[in-house]
Structures are given as structure tokens and as C-alpha cells.
């Protein structure tokens, strides 16, 4: 099936050809017509009788309706001449409309195409956002259990370790038992303030004072402002510096005096704890103690 404007051209050419051809034949009948007319005059000059007036006349309005019949020829070509151009002139106009149509269609189809990638693009990645917070949230939730189990399994061998204070080597055994179960949770990757806590106190109880106290620095560093784990940590800190090392009792006291003004609990028992005997036995440093603690 041909379409419109296929069909207008095919109809100007077949138009052109048949006005070509009856150009032509319209042509060659002049030229017929008119050596008719003048072979009647060169056998004029040769014969001496003249042609009858009457043909002559004939000759003549058949020489005039043939011309008149070429003119109206010609002016029918000339109004398919000019239909053919107003014809050409509608179909491109035409084909200006359909191009532009369609322009505008792609041009809708491209904008609607990037809102809606737009839309997309942001609705995965907050999809993806909410995805890895539930990630945190599942790994911490692991983490917290982890470091949970490890500690109710150690605190029962602590326990027996509180209990051999006149066997050291049973107390050390206890405690390496502990100890398996926190450093077991750590290597996996799960340690927080309070499992760090645990494993200061239990190096402490296997004698290993210089690592206890590096523990106990460690869970500072990882507890918070608002979290219990702080004031443990730094009530640690000042017990290890002041039983095990001496020379840092003002750091112990700094320690127990943020201890104290984060949890009032270790108040009551810093006054009786063993470890800061050797402040309360110094004349310099116990007013400040007793002030700390009072």
C-alpha cells in the first residue's frame, strides 16, 4: 500500500509523461498541418490554376481550431503545473509537521525516561541505605551476643579464681580458662568497652599487669561518654596504676576521681578497695584521696 505523498509523485510523473506525449504528437501535427498548407503554395508556383477560395477558407479555421485546441492544452499543463507545485509544497509542509511530530514524541519519550531514572536512582539508593543500616544493626546485635557469650562463660572460672587468692598457680589456671572464652569472641572481631573490661581484669588475675593495664586503656578508648563501660575502664585505670606501678599515683587519682564523676557506685568502693593502699598510706596523696572519695 503506497502512501499518500508516494502516491503524489507517482501521479506527477505519470502526468508529465502524458503531457510529454501529447506535446509531442500535438507537435507533429502542426508540422503535418502546415506542410499541408504551404505544399498547396509551392504547386501554386509551379501550375498556373489557383486553388479554389473555398478551401483555402477551410484550411484556415481548421489551422485556427487546431491552435485553439493547443492553447487549451497548454493551459491545462499550466494548472498541472501549478497543482503539482502547490501539491509538492503541501506534502513537504507536511512532512515538516510529521518530522517535527515526531521530534516532539522522542523528545517527551527522553525527558519522561530521566524522571523516571531519576526516581529509580533514588529509590534504590535509599533501598541500598536502608539495607546496609539493617546490615549495622544485624552485625552489632552479633557482636553484642558474641561478646555476651563469651563473658558468661568466662565469669563462672573468674569466679573460681576470686576463690584461690591462697593458691596463685589455681588462680592463674582459672583465669587462662577465662581468658580462652574472651580472647576466642576478640579474634573473631567481636570486642567492645565491655568484653575489653573483662579481659583487663582477667590478665590482672594471671599476673600479666602491664597487658591488664593496656586492656583497660583499650576499653577507654572504645566506650562512649554516656556508657558504663567508661567509668569501669577508668576505675581500672587508677586500680592498676596504683597497686602495680609506682610513681603514677597522681594518675591514679586522676583516673578515680573521672571514674567517680561519671559512676558515684565506685565511691563507697574505692574507700575500701586494696588497691589504692598505698595512697591512703601517703601523707600527700591521702587528703586528696579522701576528698575524692568523700
Not at 132 to 140: G, H, I, M, P, Y
Request: proline share 3%; glycine share 4%.
Amino acid at each position: 500500500m503506497l502512501t499518500r505523498g508516494t502516491q503524489k509523485v507517482v501521479l506527477v510523473l505519470v502526468l508529465s509523461f502524458g503531457a510529454l506525449i501529447t506535446s509531442t504528437f500535438l507537435q507533429g501535427a502542426t508540422v503535418n498541418q502546415t506542410s499541408k498548407v504551404q505544399k498547396p503554395v509551392a504547386d501554386l508556383s509551379r501550375s498556373p490554376p489557383l486553388p479554389s477560395s473555398e478551401a483555402n477558407v477551410d484550411q484556415t479555421t481548421e489551422l485556427q481550431k487546431l491552435r485553439e485546441r493547443v492553447g487549451t492544452i497548454e493551459g491545462r499543463l499550466q494548472e498541472l503545473s501549478h497543482a503539482i507545485t502547490a501539491s509538492t509544497q503541501s506534502t513537504s509542509l507536511y512532512t515538516s509537521y510529521v518530522t517535527l511530530g515526531v521530534s516532539a514524541v522522542l523528545g517527551l519519550f527522553t525527558l519522561v525516561g530521566a524522571v523516571l531514572g531519576y526516581v529509580y536512582k533514588n529509590w534504590i539508593t535509599s533501598q541500598v541505605g536502608q539495607a546496609e543500616t539493617a546490615r549495622k544493626q544485624v552485625e552489632q546485635a552479633e557482636k553484642q551476643l558474641s561478646t555476651s557469650i563469651a563473658i558468661a562463660r568466662a565469669v563462672p572460672a573468674l569466679l573460681r579464681s576470686n576463690l584461690e587468692e591462697k593458691d596463685p598457680n589455681r588462680r592463674r589456671l582459672f583465669a587462662r580458662e577465662a581468658y580462652f572464652y574472651i580472647d576466642q569472641s576478640e579474634s573473631k572481631g567481636y570486642a567492645d568497652s565491655q568484653l575489653l573490661n573483662w579481659k583487663a581484669y582477667t590478665l590482672r588475675r594471671m599476673d600479666l599487669k602491664n597487658q591488664a593495664l593496656e586492656a583497660a586503656q583499650a576499653a577507654l578508648k572504645l566506650s562512649t561518654s554516656d556508657q558504663p563501660q567508661r567509668a569501669r575502664a577508668l576505675y581500672n585505670i587508677a586500680c592498676y596504676y596504683s597497686a602495680f606501678f609506682p610513681g603514677k599515683e597522681e594518675e591514679a587519682l586522676s583516673n578515680l576521681e573521672q571514674a567517680i564523676l561519671a559512676d558515684e557506685r565506685y565511691k563507697p568502693l574505692a574507700r575500701i578497695d586494696r588497691d589504692f593502699e598505698s595512697i591512703r598510706n601517703d601523707p600527700k596523696l591521702k587528703q586528696r584521696f579522701e576528698e575524692i572519695v568523700a
